[in-house]
C-alpha cells in the first residue's frame, strides 16, 4: 500500500489567512489542510477526506496529476472520517471528475446532502457507507460525537477512524486525524498497525486560549499531551496540526519531545510504502 500525505495541518492550514500568531509569522514551512491519498496498486487513488486545498495538492502530487489521456484522472474514490468542512470541502473541487463514489458514515452522508446535490448536476457520484476498495480491506471505528458546528441532529457516529489493511503486504494504515478522547476499542485497532497517523491538532488543552479560542475538548481534538505517552516508541504519527500548535516549529521543545517519544511529525508531500 502506498501512502502519500497531502496535506497535514488542521483546518486553515498553516500559515492560517486570518492570523498572526508567533507560528503564522515565523515563517515555517507551509502546511495545507489535512488529507491522504492511498493506493493498492500506484495507478488507483483514494482520497481519506478531501480538504478545501485539494487543487493545489493534486498539482503538487505527481501520481494524481492528470494522463495519460487528456481526461484521464488516478483518483477511484473518497472517504471521509467526518461531515467537518475542512475535510469536506474539496469535493466541491472536484465536481469536474465525472463522478467518483464518495463513502462515510451515515449521519456525515446527511449531513453533506446539500453538497452532493451540487455535484450530481456535473456527473454520476455515489454514496454509501460500504467501503469497497479493491486490493485493500477498510474498517472504520467510530471516535466521537461531535458533529460540525453546521449539522442538525442527533445521530452518530459523526467521526470516526479507518484502518486499511494491504492483503499483499501485511501492511495496516490507521487514520484517526479527529479524537476527542481515547475511545474504547482503539488500542485494539491500531495493535498491529504499520502506520498511525494520529489527532495532533493541539500540544496542550489549554492552547487556543492565546488567541482567544475554545478548548480542545470543544473542539472535539485530544492534545499530543493526552496521546504521546500511549505512543511508547510505535510507527505513529501526528498529523492534522493546528496552526497554534508549538511542534510545528522544529526548535521547540515540544517538537523535540514528540520526536524523543519515538513519533513522527511528517510535512505535506510525506510517502509511505506499507
Known sequence: MKVILLGTAAGGGCPQWNCACRLCTAD??????????ISADGDGWYLLNCSPDIR????????LRAGPGPREIPLRGVLLTDAELDHSLGLLMLRESGGLPVWAPPAVLSALTPFFAVLDGYGGWTYSSDVDIPGLRVEAL?????RPKYASGSGGPWVVAYRISDPATGGVLVYAPCLRSWPPGF????????LVLLDGTFHAPDEMAG??????LAMGHLPITASLPR?????????HLNNTNPVLDPASPEH?????AGASLPGDGTRFSL
Request: glycine share 6%; with cysteine.
Open 28 to 37: 515555517l514551512p507551509p502546511r495545507t489542510q489535512d488529507c491522504v491519498a
Open 56 to 63: 493545489a495538492q493534486l498539482l503538487a502530487t505527481p501520481e
Open 142 to 146: 467510530p471516535v466521537s460525537d461531535k
Open 187 to 194: 488500542d485494539e485497532f491500531v495493535a498491529d498497525a504499520s
Open 211 to 216: 488567541v482567544g479560542g475554545p478548548d480542545q
Open 231 to 239: 505512543v511508547a516508541g510505535r510507527r505513529w504519527a501526528y498529523t
Open 256 to 260: 523535540a519531545a514528540v520526536l524523543a
